[in-house]
């Protein structure tokens, strides 16, 4: 069996900060936008017995108090999945109300080890403050990560971290693995990297509901499937399934979600979901290589990333 991350960036999204919107708009348009928010992915993930990993960013409490993230984690593990720790940085010099005029440093690897180390503990505090069960995985915003970061995730006690994503290096991704390096490996934590394919020759892609189609998104299952790899490791983000106002859903990224469940759940003797914090067994070292690429499947995608974003997002 290779076993399913199925993960789930759950922020504020900074650009709503950025339009001047106040807690409860914020939450109501990255939590739970346009209907196929929170609630809905929870409910699909329900209907197909799906296990998710909800990455949750808690720093935007230094702002907004902690009781709009109490009830963003309460809503998850209610739901039976589990919330891991997600940072975005630059909330810790937020200023509520001010449009985003201020704001700390972006991305975690503009930061050195100590100062990495105290944001991820603070972070962590925040969590379990909100109600979350202390965090054993992690995933940095933007998937900014160095090797500085797994420095400190290991003397923090976290047994995994999520940040490795190929399609991001050399920038803001920079934990030291090859681009194409995919399979769970040691790292002073376990370092279980976001699956990418090839989607032309040299050209990596990360295995994401706005990135990849419905086909691409089966093929590169099957192809973890039939090479027995370590893991896969998927990514999408709590408003994904709207468009980026949060007003109105993304009928191409509601399709993917949709059909991505039906994968699973179909696979799911061969493709397993699983969370971070049942500690399943990984191979890790493995020489795992991602899909590689394929002209008539990359020219679809494309076509529909052209019509998602032509008229899905511009759409009100």
Known sequence: MTPVFLTVDTEFAWRHHAAGHDAAAIYARSIEPAGVGLSYQ?????????????????????????????????????AGQEVQLHLHPNW????????????????????????????????????????????????????????????????????????????????????????????????????????????????LRTFQLCALSVAEARDALEHAAANAHAAVTIVSHGFELANRAGTRANAVHVRRFERLCEMLDERREALPTTHFAARPALSLGQDDAPLGPNLLRTRWRQAEQLWSNMVEERAR
């Open 92 to 203: 810790a010099g937020a200023v509520a109300g001010d449009g985003a005029a201020a704001y700390a440093r972006f991305e975690l690897v503009e930061y050195d080890l100590d100062e990495q180390r105290d944001l991820l503990s603070g972070a962590a505090d925040l969590l379990v403050a909100a109600g979350a069960p202390a965090p054993v995985a992690f995933r940095a915003g933007s998937y900014a990560a160095n090797d500085d970061t797994l420095a400190a995730l290991a003397q923090l006690g976290f047994a995994y971290d999520s940040s490795h994503n190929g399609a991001a290096v050399p920038w803001p991704s920079q934990v030291g693995l090859p681009a194409r390096h995919i399979a769970p490996v040691w790292r002073g934590v376990v370092e279980v990297p976001v699956t990418v394919i090839e989607d032309a020759p040299g050209s």
């Open 42 to 78: 929870l409910g699909l993930l329900r209907r197909h017995g799906l296990k998710a990993c909800f990455f949750v960013d808690p720093m935007p409490s230094l702002l907004f108090g902690l009781e709009p993230f109490r009830r963003l984690v309460g809503t998850i593990l209610d």
